[in-house]
Structures are given as C-alpha cells and as structure tokens.
C-alpha cells in the first residue's frame, strides 16, 4: 500500500524534526532555576503545563499556522512559542498579547535556552535577551514565498501570521514590499517601512516615499523613517 500524501502529509513530514527535538526537550529533567522566577520572567514549563497552555491558545491564528508549543509563562500573558511548522520551524516566535506584533526572536531553542541561562546568571529579564531587532530570516526566498501565497489567499485570519513574517523579511522583493504597501492592513505598510528604515537601500525610495504618504499616521511616521534612512546612505 502507497503511502498517503497530500498538503497535510508534507506538514506532518516536515514538522516531525522538531516534534521530535521537542519530545527530547520535555523527556530531559527541568533545570529547577528555570521555574518560578517570575521577577525576571522566567518559568519555563514542563510537558503537561505547555500541553495545556498551547490548547488553551489554539484559537490564535500564529498558534495554528506555525504549529505553535508554548514553552512559558513568566506570568506577563506573552509567551515564548517553539514552531514546528512553516517557514520558521525550530525557531521561537515571542507571542505578545499587548498589540504589538508577534515575532522570531530566537532561530533555535538552544538559543532560546541560552537567553534564560543569561536572564539567570545576569538577574535580569528573560525579555532583555531578545535581539534589538528581529533576526532575518535564513530563507528569504521561501519566506517570500510563503508571503505570496498568503496573500494570494487573503484570508484575514492570516494577517497576524504576514505581520509576523514581515519583521524576517529582508526588504529585497520589490514586487512583494509593493503588495505588502498597498494592501488594505496598513499594519503592512508600517511593518515594511520598518523594516527599510533597518536596511535602507536607494532602490527602496518609491517604497519608503509610498508609506511616507500614507492615509494612516503611524504608516506616515514610519515612511518618514526609512525615507530619512535611506537619504543618510549619501
């Protein structure tokens, strides 16, 4: 008998490394100076902890689009979330509750493991570990690739998914900032402003002065930002 396939096989292949680096995670004994350090917000959980957080937060679209398990709770309601799944599988997006967007902060959970191991030893907060800016990502051909297609899809239940994906993306495809710009979220546009005030280049210019113009103030102030960033190249 042939093996089943189809879109949800190809999900399950390609999430099982990670399944399983997270199942060796969880068999391995909790460092106790990991739990209960709620004045720098660190608690890390154990298997039966995250099984029941990651449910309690599967009604959130990154959640179930990056096959999200949750690995804390330092009591401020943000999570550090390990994704098995979709471009960023192994990585840890910081799942934040205040309006912020959601993002990769850590390209593995070794180095996730590393920031706590710091937050410890520093007495300081597990959040300071993060990096000042979201790391790029490895793939930006995949990641363009998965971009294109969700927005092809337009679903609005993906959109926190592309505003995640969007602090990854290396400002390069013009054809895709262009879409990102013009589409109806303005959430987009601020998020690709950002991220050309972060690499500017002159060839982004019509991209930074289309944000610059926006309806949206936010969207304007971040234009403003990459213009100013791009005009400092010389």
Known sequence: MSEPSGPDTQDAVEAAPFIAELAAYFDAPMDPGNVGRFDIEL?????????????????????????????DDGNTSDHHVYLTRGPFAGAILFLCHN???????????????DAARQARENDAWLTDFHPSTTPLHRDQAALGSYLHALLDSDNEDDEAVVESAILSLAPVDMGLLMRLAKHRN???????AGQIALYPAAALRPIAQLCSEHSMPQVRWAGDSAVTAIDQLG
Do not use: H, I, K, P
């Not at 993002?103 to 493991?113: G, I, K, M, Q, T």
């Not at 303005?186 to 690709?192: D, G, L, P, Q």
């Open 99 to 113: 309006g912020e967007a959601s993002s990769v902060v850590f390209a593995s959970l070794a180095e996730f493991l």
């Open 186 to 192: 303005f959430f987009y546009a601020e998020a690709v």
């Open 43 to 71: 608690n890390l959980l154990d298997r039966a902890e995250s099984d029941a957080l990651t449910m309690a937060l599967q009604d959130l679209s990154l959640m179930r689009a990056y096959g999200g398990v949750v690995l």
